[in-house]
DNA sequence: GCAGTGTCTTGCACAAAGTTCAAGATAGCT
DNA sequence: AGCTATCTTGAACTTTGTGCAAGACACTGC
């Protein structure tokens, strides 16, 4: 073993937590390698760049999710889990959005995701278009509500950090968005009312009925 | 009027053209300064910063979208045109997704596209609670359709420019996929049939057809 | 016509960040 | 002990965002 040398593992691991905690935009070299305790070039012996380190936190990540078994839970169970935790693990790692928005990523793990996926719909009867085109979809539902959740997360991170400035750029915001929804008949109505903190301050529990939605779709087309 | 000065909206305008055309990473300041004839740091005049340029960028983009006359056809169709013409928009731009997911994006535009999507649930009977919930699902949808498109083109970018490298690193990348894929049962029963091109290869017609499945559950609750 | 002022443009310069490279350090092998 | 393969380091180059001071231009009031 060669005294205390750099791991592509140990790497990937510390690349995830520095994007967890400073987005995709906080990776860089420089403070990667402070965290690992080495110069920031050593990295480059193990990676190729900062695209590829990307990736293969990518693939790291994807190791997260659980798969269901198939036999134990109907369908809906099924999926449902399955897409929740995906929307977990966006939510835990929601440059991985930006990630996937940016670049093709297929590796193990999204095949991993992708066959449990199918398996889950043909078991369940629907022909095989068709449990692609479930798959895709859910698959589409998910990563549109991790962009919301991503944006929000990356918002957050600015105004607890230097809440100097961006604070009152926030609120500046706030107001101009505001003030425009007060010009359009049916925002204006949300915002009158009490009860308007409906889905936007509980993109969870929206991303979670909107599921049961589409899978109340899907169901009605393997009924038919 | 002073000689031939640059406007915001001239601004504005290029870089649209430049982030369609290069892309949210191929967008920089110099040159954006070359397309406008002018040094790179005249823009700084006129907008704030790099972010606030490409936030006034979604903005001027939002502005391409049709509204349906509500009166005219049934919600559905009316939902449909509207996803679709969304759909459109972030193909034509694909840099959005990004700059979606990366920041809360709230303006003029998609206000304008909210309020009447609601106005159209609202008018089909839907509650509004239903509607902001169906709203959200949809647009989400959409979005998360979207990245997909985004990731492609800005594959499809890379390999058009550079083909020397990015080539045989895109062999590579698929050769792995398939590698990975033949190692999945149902992955690799796709791959092995003729039918193999499914919804991989017509990511539109995915979207459209599963657009059609989420409106299904849609339609299905407000019925109920 | 001319000085003055406000509006915009430019060039310079700096800092942050990705990446290369040659030189150094270290562990194991002979 | 020396050689080599494996890593690490520091310096350096490049690209890119952005601030700043100085300049250029048009329009105003005299």
């Known amino acids: 073993m060669p005294r205390d040398t750099l791991t592509r593992d140990q790497i990937v691991h510390t690349a995830v937590a ?3 905690a400073e987005g995709l935009e906080g990776l860089n070299m420089r403070a990667l390698g402070k965290r690992l ?3 920031a070039t050593a990295v480059y012996w193990h990676v190729k760049n900062k695209d590829n380190l990307v990736l293969l936190a990518t693939d790291q990540v994807w190791g ?3 798969l269901p078994d198939l036999d134990a839970v109907d369908w809906r169970t099924a999926t449902t889990a399955m897409a929740v935790d995906l ?4 939510t835990r790692h929601p440059w991985l959005v930006q990630a996937f928005a940016a670049h093709v990523l297929y590796g193990e793990g999204k095949a991993r995701h992708d066959d449990h ?3 889950v719909y043909e078991a369940a009867g629907f022909t095989r278009d068709q449990a692609d085109q479930a798959a895709s979809a859910v698959f589409t539902y998910v990563l549109g509500n991790a962009a919301g959740v ?3 997360a990356s918002l957050t991170r600015k105004l607890t ?7 009152e750029q926030f609120q500046d ?3 101009k968005a505001q003030e425009i929804a007060m010009r359009y008949p049916h925002l204006r109505a949300r915002l009158e009312t009490p009860a308007a903190a409906t889905y936007a301050a509980a993109p969870d529990q929206a991303f979670e009925v909107g599921l049961q939605i589409l899978l109340d779709g899907l169901e009605q087309q393997v009924a038919a």
């Open 18 to 20: 520095l994007l967890d």
């Open 37 to 39: 305790d080495s110069a």
């Open 64 to 66: 997260e999710l659980e």
């Open 87 to 90: 929307y977990g693990m966006f």
């Open 117 to 119: 996926s199918l398996a």
């Open 150 to 152: 991503a944006a929000t």
């Open 161 to 167: 950090r230097d809440d100097t400035a961006a604070e």
């Open 173 to 175: 915001a706030m107001a």
